[in-house]
């Protein structure tokens, strides 16, 4: 079979919103601390006209709408660069839940009424020329720009005005469409899924065929999508800080505070940041790098308290990653300390036994409830 890579579609395929690190990556220019920040300096997330504190406005539900849309995309596209195991997976709805139930019996009706219109005498083929019809959109959905010849073959031998007049005089071969269809997926889906291909060849019964035709049908629409998103990542990653900064621009243009829990986690970790170099140089006027201050306010996510401080909006999409380091550093204290105790109060008495060390440290880690150890 083709390898999968000359099968799936390019970027034109799908419209994966572009993005990553919100522009986040200060600059290198120095700013003053007697003064605050040096705006000419700075990525300015302002509007010239309009002050960071200036009081909330009522927003329209369209702007809410718009807001929600927005940021859905460009999580996804920050996930996409970030996560290098991103994938889009298939949803299943839970065993025994209301909507797996409806959706059950929904589809359990359709093919039920399918097999009672084939059963016929003469047999019915209106549910089967739509899926007939579904199936050939799909295929073509599935076909790169250069496919033409497959197209071609697809758009004659899928041809649904011919297939209707066919059914009308009860000359329609479906198997013969079946076989069809089963080759084309054969041609254009990944070799992971040949497997299915040949499962799809040794079924006879036309519904049960057309139920698991739809099946891998979707499986392919899904290794697609993730062969396109693998695609444009190196676009994405050349783009996403400058397309991040637009979009928390125009939500600042729409909501002049949308980021006052960014500006206080960057004052706070200004001020830090101002009192250590105090501290180092006496009275001394010092100048603030916005790298160091940067630094000092990921220093300070590690730190979090998420009972009382709410997290900078800045940093909303990486939360969960930031949980975890935090979860991995006090993971990583504790154990350290465990280990500087126990060496300190034995002393010599340890320090020749072999293993004991990280047998320490893995006893440590499994009395250590909710922390993962590796």
């Known amino acids: 079979m083709p390898?999968?890579?000359g099968k799936l579609p390019t970027s034109d395929?799908?419209?994966i919103g572009q993005g990553e690190r919100e522009g986040r990556r200060a600059t290198s220019t120095d700013i003053t601390d007697k003064g605050g920040c040096d705006s000419t300096n700075m990525p300015d997330l302002c509007k010239p006209s309009i002050s960071c504190c200036s009081n909330t406005r009522l927003v329209s539900v369209t702007e809410v709408l718009e807001t929600a849309r927005d940021v859905s995309n460009m999580a996804i596209a920050h996930e996409v660069v970030i996560n290098s195991n991103f994938q889009i997976q298939q949803m299943e709805s839970p065993q025994n839940s209301l909507e797996r139930r409806v959706k059950d019996i929904v589809h359990r009706a359709f093919w039920d009424s399918l097999q009672a219109q084939l059963g016929e005498t003469p047999p019915q083929y209106s549910h089967a020329i739509k899926l007939l019809q579904e199936v050939k959109e799909s295929l073509l959905a599935l076909l790169l720009p250069g496919h033409t010849r497959l197209r071609s073959q697809i758009s004659e031998v899928l041809d649904l005005e011919l297939i209707q007049q066919q059914a009308k005089h009860n000359a329609l071969d479906i198997h013969r469409m079946a076989g069809f269809i089963i080759g084309m997926m054969g041609s254009l889906c990944a070799p992971v899924r040949d497997g299915e291909i040949r499962k799809l060849k040794s079924i006879t019964d036309t519904v049960s065929l057309f139920r698991e035709i739809f099946r891998v049908l979707d499986m392919m629409k899904?290794?697609?999508?993730n062969f396109t998103i693998k695609t444009l990542k190196p676009h994405l990653q050349q783009q996403s800080i400058q397309y991040e900064r637009s979009k928390f621009q125009e939500f600042l243009n729409k909501q002049p505070n949308a980021l006052e829990h960014t500006t206080a986690w960057l004052k706070a970790a200004s001020e830090e940041t101002s009192n250590s170099k105090s501290q180092n140089h006496?009275?001394?006027p010092t100048v603030?790098?916005?790298?160091?201050?940067l630094n000092q306010g990921y220093m300070n996510l590690l730190k979090w308290n998420h009972d009382t401080n709410t997290y900078p909006e800045t940093v909303l999409m990486d939360k969960c990653r930031?949980?975890?380091l935090q979860q991995r550093l006090e993971q990583l204290t504790l154990v350290a300390s465990v280990l500087l105790v126990t060496t300190n109060a034995v002393g010599a008495a340890i320090g020749g036994l072999p293993g004991f060390v990280d047998k320490l440290k893995q006893v440590t880690c499994v009395l250590l409830d909710e922390l993962s150890c590796k």
Request: net charge negative; aromatic share 4%; glycine share 10%.
């Open 222 to 225: 899904i290794d697609m999508v």
């Open 3 to 5: 390898d999968s890579e």
């Open 13 to 15: 395929s799908y419209n």
């Open 288 to 293: 603030l790098s916005p790298a160091a201050v």
């Open 282 to 284: 006496g009275n001394q």
């Open 322 to 324: 930031l949980q975890g």
